[in-house]
């Protein structure tokens, strides 16, 4: 006859089960537009927090587990591009992940993901909903914001954009480039079907002043969001093995500008523009940092929304403590 299970299994099933329910349930950002939401993952060992805690700190592991109950990453932390000891990036795909630190197994790691939001109008009354929404119990879910320049966060997003892409597949590149701009550039389009598998080319219109159009298998751009789609190319490909790339071929910077000139002088039309000729002007870096100024809103405040999930590592620190007290 087989034992009976005792108090401790059954809470220990209950909340398996519960946790089990509740990673599933991941919140829903599909109200949010798509450019403005980053997903950050990254693994804390909760052995190496553990250790730290009761063998070189001396703590019980009652209080060692209350202080990782207690504790919020930084969106710093969480962000870095080089993890720092007791947070490491877990290779996609790998079936049974160790902790490179001190090899601990993936029952030991816990996920904590931080969804970041740019504040605005497109984003503030859909992200108030989705935060409203969030549980409050244990906080599961932290929000925290920061301030930083409109210049900085295209940059960040430049970054992010280009170590996402695929070089080696340069028509696919450049197309998911040119639909990641577009999408923040105007975040009520639905690109998803301008760019669905039928759009074969993207494409400078002749006659449209301002917008876009689909006919047939090409997407018509009106020049100067065309102009813009070039100029993100040309700086997301500069930053990686295919420097100068777009949908104009290789570009040097000087044939860049030639290209792209009137829609300088259409996003500011009170600078000090010189007037097209048949060779780039002498200031041509100047007149480069200018529009990449347009582009990314230059000093102007942002507001930064982070949301972090810690559901994970609320249940990923009883089955720690559990085990760290048994080893006691």
Same mark, same amino acid.
């Given at each position: 006859m087989p034992a009976s299970k005792t108090k401790a299994q059954k809470g220990a099933e209950k909340r398996a089960v519960k946790s089990k329910k509740a990673a599933g349930e991941a919140p829903d950002f599909g109200a949010?537009? /798509?450019?403005? %939401? %980053?997903?950050?993952?990254?693994?804390?060992?909760? =052995?190496? *927090?553990?250790?730290?805690?009761?063998? &070189?700190?001396?703590?019980?592991?009652?209080? =060692?587990?209350? &202080?990782?109950?207690?504790?919020?990453p930084t969106p710093a932390e969480l962000t870095a591009r080089e993890p720092r000891r007791p947070f490491f990036d877990a290779t996609e795909g790998e079936r049974h992940p160790r902790c490179p630190y001190c090899d601990a197994s993936k029952r030991w790691h816990a996920l904590l993901t931080l969804y970041r939001v740019e504040g605005g109008r497109q984003t503030d009354a859909a992200r108030r =909903?989705? *935060?409203k929404s969030l549980p409050t119990k244990d906080e599961q879910f932290v929000v925290t914001e920061e301030k930083r320049t409109a210049r900085e966060v295209f940059f960040d997003w430049l970054e992010r954009l280009g170590q996402g892409l695929d070089f080696e597949d340069e028509e696919a590149w450049m197309r998911a480039a040119a639909r990641a701009y577009l999408e923040r550039r105007e975040p009520k389009t639905d690109w998803s079907a301008a760019f669905d598998s039928a759009a074969a080319r993207v494409r400078r219109s002749q006659r449209l002043e301002e917008g876009w159009e689909r006919d047939g298998a090409r997407l018509f751009l009106a020049p100067q969001l065309y102009?813009? %789609?070039?100029? %993100?190319q040309y700086l997301v490909s500069r930053s990686h093995r295919h420097g100068g790339r777009t949908f104009e071929g290789r570009l040097t910077l000087p044939e860049l500008l030639r290209r792209t000139r009137t829609g300088l002088r259409q996003q500011a039309p009170? /600078?000090?523009?010189? /007037?097209?000729?048949a060779e780039p002007p002498p200031d041509r870096f100047d007149l480069l940092e200018h529009l990449v100024e347009q582009? =990314?809103?230059?000093d102007?405040?942002?507001?930064?929304?982070?949301?972090?999930?810690?559901?994970?590592?609320?249940?990923?620190?009883?089955?720690?403590?559990?085990?760290t007290e048994s080893k006691g």
């Open positions: 949010l537009p /798509a450019g403005f %939401v %980053v997903r950050h993952g990254r693994s804390l060992c909760l =052995a190496c *927090v553990f250790g730290l805690f009761t063998e &070189q700190l001396g703590l019980a592991p009652r209080t =060692a587990y209350a &202080q990782v109950r207690r504790y919020n =909903a989705l *935060v102009n813009e %789609v070039l100029v %993100v009170d /600078a000090d523009m010189p /007037a097209p000729t582009l =990314a809103g230059g102007r405040t942002v507001k930064l929304h982070y949301i972090l999930d810690r559901r994970d590592l609320l249940d990923k620190a009883r089955t720690a403590y559990d085990k």
